[in-house]
């Protein structure tokens, strides 16, 4: 009976300790200071973007969706990246239902040492109409922002990692869809990364993967030192 009882104690033990160790684990890291090491991603200095992001909504076609693009390409030509705006018509074909839109994606380059495959890394600045977009997408932005200054303050990579901040996300896909067929420097890409909004606190969460790219799961947990993520 006793035997029992103590099984019984260990075995709720062990579901409370579970229970609060996963809570602890998508705890977000602490936040570097700003200024500490220039090599290194700080939230401060993502938020700044944010801040200037997310003052209004900034949706397709307004003047605020037009002081966001060029706030966001400005930033990224600070850097030294080679950057430029797509300028173009996009179609979206959603179960019969097609739409269209005139888009401006901003695009940056980030060179690398050897001609080859690129990263894609990408995030979208358009908001919906009546919302700050400071989440969706502007987080994402400001990351992008952020992870380029960073990146450029070390020796050139081996490949080149090309920046997409998209347009007409909201309104169906439109700045991807463009990238995607009318870009040159798509037929390069190798890996994409796309940054997208789900909930707004907690750490980064990896939860979509594309078929056969289980390899990408193993290089995120080398490269994370606590990798969060789903079969989502």
């Not at 400001?142 to 309104?171: C, H, M, Q, T, W």
């Not at 909930?199 to 290089?219: C, D, K, L």
Request: aromatic residues 10%.
């Amino acid at each position: 009976m006793k035997k029992t009882f103590l099984f019984r104690l260990i075995f709720i033990a062990l579901i409370i300790f579970s229970f609060f160790l996963s809570l602890w684990m998508f705890k977000a890291p602490k936040p570097l200071p700003m200024n500490l090491v220039q090599e290194k991603f700080s939230v401060d200095r993502a938020f700044e973007h944010i801040d200037q992001i997310a003052r209004c909504p900034h949706s397709m076609a307004t003047l605020e969706h037009e002081r966001v693009r060029q706030y966001i390409f400005d930033e990224l030509e600070k850097l030294g990246l080679e950057t430029s705006i797509q300028s173009t018509t996009a179609m979206y074909d959603f179960r019969g239902s097609v739409s269209a839109g005139y888009v401006h994606n901003v695009i940056a380059v980030l060179k690398g040492r050897e001609v080859g495959k690129s990263i894609l890394v990408t995030a979208h600045y358009d908001s919906q109409p009546n919302t700050l977009g400071a989440a969706d997408d502007g987080a994402a932005v400001a990351a992008i922002i952020e992870s380029a200054r960073a990146l450029s303050k070390y020796p050139a990579l081996k490949n080149d990692v090309i920046f997409l901040i998209s347009d007409g996300e909201e309104a169906g896909l439109f700045g991807a869809k463009a990238f995607a067929e009318q870009h040159p420097l798509m037929k390069n890409v190798g890996l994409v990364l796309n940054l997208e909004a789900r909930g707004t606190s907690g750490p980064s969460y990896t939860y979509e993967v594309s078929p056969e790219n289980g390899w990408i799961m193993r290089e995120y947990v080398k490269a994370t030192r606590y990798p969060v993520a789903s079969s989502l």
